[in-house]
């Protein structure tokens, strides 16, 4: 089993930053793909970031040049640094980890989170 344990959320004006980070425990393995996602109320959980295994990094449009996931892995942590944030990045953002080429599918992922909520103001 593998828990992951997201932090760094909070209230932020617009334009500002945070960096979330998700810990994880367990029978973890740098094998895995991770990723972030969020949903805001009344919408579908959504793909933000990802960072497979070889390091190579994944972003939806609308984060692209504002957010950078990395990951530690002799932490067992990913990160998220949020830049330029916007009202719209509202939302609760979980961490998840999977063994999964389609990045972008939340289907895909084994071990989620429980979230942390973002708040941006405007």
């Known amino acids: 089993q593998v828990q992951l344990v997201e932090s760094g959320g909070g209230l932020v004006q617009a334009g500002g930053s945070l960096r979330l980070s998700c810990a994880a425990s367990?029978?973890?393995?740098?094998?895995?793909?991770m990723g972030w996602f969020r949903q805001a109320p009344g919408r579908e959980r959504e793909f933000v970031a990802a960072i497979a295994s070889s390091g190579n990094t994944y972003y939806t449009d609308s984060v692209k040049g504002r957010f950078t996931i990395s990951r530690d892995n002799a932490k067992n942590t990913v990160y998220l640094q949020m830049n330029s944030l916007k009202p719209e990045d509202t939302a609760v953002y979980y961490c998840?980890?999977?063994?999964?080429?389609?990045?972008?599918?939340?289907?895909?992922?084994?071990?989620w989170g429980k979230g942390t909520q973002v708040t941006v103001s405007s």
């Open positions: 367990g029978r973890t393995s740098s094998m895995y793909t």
């Open positions: 998840a980890m999977g063994l999964t080429v389609f990045v972008r599918d939340t289907r895909t992922y084994i071990y």
